[in-house]
Structures are given as C-alpha cells and as structure tokens.
C-alpha cells in the first residue's frame, strides 16, 4: 500500500523564513526558532554560484549538466537563497552552503546521483528538514545537498504486523494523522516535526522515549544508498519481522550514522496501539534534587511510566511567560501515563505518593485531550520560550544534551545547576529524566567575547561531567561535528579506529557528509 505527502514549495520558504528571521504570515507557523541568532556574512566565494567549487577544482557547470540529466533542470538549484537554506541546521553552528542542491524524487535517483558525485568525486550531504541540532546537514565541503523530502510516500503500511515502510519526506505527525483512524501511531517524539528517515539517521529519541524507546529500538529495516549508488536494504527488501539472529544487525550500524555511511531513502518502523487512556500532570518540587530523587524511586517502583519530564524554575518561568500558563515557578516534573483507564488510575496513584513523600507541593492533572496537547505543546515549546526571553539581533542559543546513568542524574543536574549559579549565566535545564539524558540551553551575546568563551567553557564541562559519570555527550541530538570531538575520549581510540575502517570501506573517497562524527 503507498501513499504520497505532497511535498510543498510554500512549506520550504516557511521553514526558510522560519529560520532566517524573515517576516512570515503563514498561519502559525511564523514562530522563527533562531529568531535572534546573529546575522553571519559568507564568503564571497559562496554568494553566487560560481564555476568551480570554493573547496576543490570540480567544474560545477559539468555536474549541474549531469545532475541535471538524472533529476531534471527543475530539480536541481544554485540559488544562494536555496543553498542557505541548506546549509544551516536550528544549532549554533555556523551555516555553510553547498554548491549546487538537489531534489531526487525516488531511490533510484538518489543512486544516480551517487554514482554521479562518487564519479566527480564531490560530497553528499542529506537533507530531511533542517532540525538537526549538531550542524548535521552543514556543507563543511561544499558539494551537492540531497534534499530527500520530495521523496514523500508511505510504501507499506502493515497494520496487523505494527509495521509500515516511509520515505525521508514523511514526518512524524503526518505519519500519526494517517495512522490515526486505524487506532496505530508511531511514539518516538523529539518535538520537531522531523523527517522519520532523519530521525533514523541521528537516533532520535524524545519524551516518549522511557516507554517506547529511541530511533534505535524502533526501527526494523533501512534501504540506504551508498556513496558508490548501491541499494541495499539492511534487514533484507521487504522485511519487517519483529526480531530476527540472522547476521551481522546492518540496521543499527545506520541507525545514528548521520548520513556519513549512506543516504536512507526509507525506513520500516515498529507501530504501536494507541493506548485506551493518557493521563498527565505537573508536579512542583522546592528544589532539583527533591525532583530527580522522586523520578528514581518512580522508575524504582516499576511504574510504567510513559513520559517523565524535568524543567528548571528558571525554564517553568519562560514557558508560562511564553504560553500563557501559571504554573509555580519552581523546580517542575511533567508526567504522563498510557493504559487502561484502571490501570492509569493505579500509577498515578502509586506516583503520587511517592511524589508527596519526596516533597512535591501538589499536582495538576490534565486528562481531557485539550488540557494534555496544551500541557505537551508547553513543553515542546520550550525552545521558543527560552529565546523569547532574550530578544536582540546578537542573541543566540546554544542547547547541548548529554546522558547519564540513572544513579549519577541527580549528581549531574545538581552540579550543573551550581555552575549555573557560580557562573551567574542563565541556563535553562530540561530533559527526558526517565532515561537519564537532559539538555542545557544557554542564550548568549555573539558579539560578547566574554559571554562567548563562558559558554562553551560551560557547555563542554556539561559534557565532560557525563563523560566522568560513565554517561555519554549526546543522548539523542548526534554527534554532527559540534560533538566528534568527545567521541575518542567516549567510546576509546580502538573502537574509533573501528569505526573509520568501517567508513573507509563504505566511504572510500570520504564523500558521504564528510567531517561529521569521526574525528
């Protein structure tokens, strides 16, 4: 069964205006996400398309005509506003233009495409929505974007086997509004209406992710495309079996890869039932220590939990400002549990007790649909809220995600907070505290050299106080190249070794979005 998203020229200027400050009357999608990031020059070498490219001697005009040949002449662009566009993800990092991009419209020219770069010897860089938040779609090398989204269908749906098989232009909450009427929906949730296939490529996660699991646990099969044109299908064309021994797991080698192995043209997730009853509510608590001890013993207990969330004060404080809200401005958990209407009954029981013991000072519950989406939307808005509070042309974000251990969380929270407070920098702290990851936002004055170095000098001590409590520098926004830089020190220098032999044997020529994850 297949079935086409109509990919949208108007929904690529949005997201373009979205993220470049440029006025927009569309609805409610004039909400710029790096409303205030600084205005950047660029090279001039990348302000006009030129005719060879700014970081090799290729002859762009030669692979125009041959890109052409595969995608046709509409599908193809050298216009600075289109190259910008994709050349900038919603991180910090500094945005980088490719030189030519490309929209294929099936796998199989994606493969020519490939086959064409590979030949040329220019890089490929994937582009799914641009909500990457590691500079993962950033054109470090120049080359060729492949932009995936005109690849848009549903080309297998398997509703009695909770599978369904989508291309890189479905998006999460298209695929749930398809999915709706059968009573299936696809969990994993970052926020971002993101590409699926994008998701896959990072090893998305989100606030569902104690219950349902990441990217990682939900995907059951990948075709990706590899830098010299091959199509394979990591699990075997057409499968979708719930478990399966049966070599080496060529799924999650991709799952996490960030396109520097191949480029995914669709992936087959795990479907779930949507469950009988949802019920949330926002406890408050006096401090951050008080709050992540309740969330352990909750996970202690076993309660099956299906969200568990953490903000600041300081975060509860702009997102009342920001969505109209009047929740206590103190340390705050939002919760949500999914089951029978007996059963969600008897866990947020259990929860509240274990709540009241720790100290909290009361819940608010949300159990209408209404009441939950606006609790949730607060809570996916949050990035909008903590900008808001800081307008100004000079302002910027820096949001980093690290994970750790259940047992070192309350440490690592804690110790964050004080060099908050030592440092008397706004930070503003949420996270997914159910699975041990949470991030850190800071908004800072670019042209403050100071404010500057204070945050990365702060933003790598988040890192390397997850590192020293056996945890990890990133739970689910990627590695890109804001992280590789840990990866040795994470991982080990064997284990890294290995993972370059593995991409010089897929990536012999380092074409695939080179200068992301390996360092």
Request: with cysteine; hydrophobic share 35%.
């Amino acid at each position: 069964m297949r079935f086409s998203f109509s990919w949208s020229t108007r929904y690529q200027q949005v997201i373009f205006k979205q993220r470049f400050n440029f006025s927009s009357n569309f609805n409610n999608l004039n909400r710029p996400l790096n409303a205030h990031i600084k205005p950047f020059s660029l090279p001039s070498s990348q302000r006009s398309f030129s005719k060879t490219s700014s970081f090799n001697n290729i002859d762009l005009q030669i692979l125009k005509e041959r890109l052409c040949e595969v995608v046709g002449p509409p599908n193809i662009s050298t216009a600075e506003s289109t190259r910008l566009q994709h050349g900038k993800d919603e991180s910090h990092h500094r945005a980088q233009m490719p030189d030519i991009v490309v929209f294929p419209s099936n796998t199989q020219e994606v493969s020519e495409v490939a086959k064409v770069c590979t030949d040329m010897k220019v890089t490929m860089v994937p582009f799914g929505t641009g909500t990457g938040m590691e500079g993962g779609c950033v054109c470090t090398h120049g080359g060729v974007s492949v932009d995936l989204s005109r690849m848009a269908e549903i080309r297998e749906y398997q509703p009695a086997d909770f599978s369904v098989c989508v291309e890189p232009g479905v998006t999460r909450l298209a695929l749930n509004e398809y999915l709706r009427g059968d009573g299936l929906w696809f969990p994993v949730d970052p926020g971002a209406d993101a590409s699926l296939c994008g998701m896959a490529a990072t090893s998305a996660s989100g606030t569902n992710a104690v219950r349902y699991g990441t990217m990682r646990e939900n995907v059951r099969n990948l075709e990706v495309v590899l830098s010299d044109g091959t199509i394979i299908h990591t699990a075997g064309q057409g499968r979708h079996t719930v478990k399966s021994s049966a070599g080496y797991n060529l799924t999650n080698l991709f799952v996490g890869s960030e396109g520097t192995l191949g480029l995914i043209t669709s992936a087959t997730l795990k479907l779930y039932g949507i469950p009988d009853t949802m019920t949330s509510a926002v406890c408050q608590f006096d401090e951050v220590e008080r709050a992540v001890t309740a969330v352990l013993q909750v996970l202690q207990c076993g309660v099956a939990v299906a969200r568990i969330e953490l903000l600041s004060a300081d975060t509860i404080r702009a997102v009342n400002s920001y969505s109209k809200l009047s929740y206590e401005e103190k340390p705050s958990i939002f919760i949500e549990f999914h089951g029978s209407e007996k059963q969600t009954e008897e866990d947020a029981s259990v929860v509240g007790d274990i709540f009241a013991d720790a100290g909290a000072l009361g819940f608010q519950w949300a159990s209408s649909l209404s009441e939950r989406n606006r609790l949730w939307k607060a809570r996916h808005d949050t990035l909008y809220a903590i900008l808001a509070t800081r307008p100004g042309p000079q302002i910027t974000q820096l949001s980093t995600d690290v994970c750790v251990p259940i047992s070192q969380l309350t440490k690592a929270i804690t110790d964050t907070e004080k060099d908050l407070e030592d440092h008397k920098l706004p930070g503003y702290i949420l996270g997914h505290v159910g699975d041990g990851n949470y991030h850190v936002t800071f908004l800072y004055d670019t042209g403050s050299e100071s404010e500057t170095q204070l945050v990365g000098k702060l933003s790598e001590r988040i890192v390397e106080r997850a590192l020293e409590l056996n945890g990890t520098c990133t739970g689910e926004h990627g590695t890109g190249f804001g992280k590789k830089k840990y990866l040795v020190r994470e991982a080990g220098p064997d284990s890294v070794s290995l993972m370059k032999q593995i991409k010089h044997l897929l990536d012999p020529h380092g074409l695939m979005n080179p200068g992301k994850v390996l360092p």
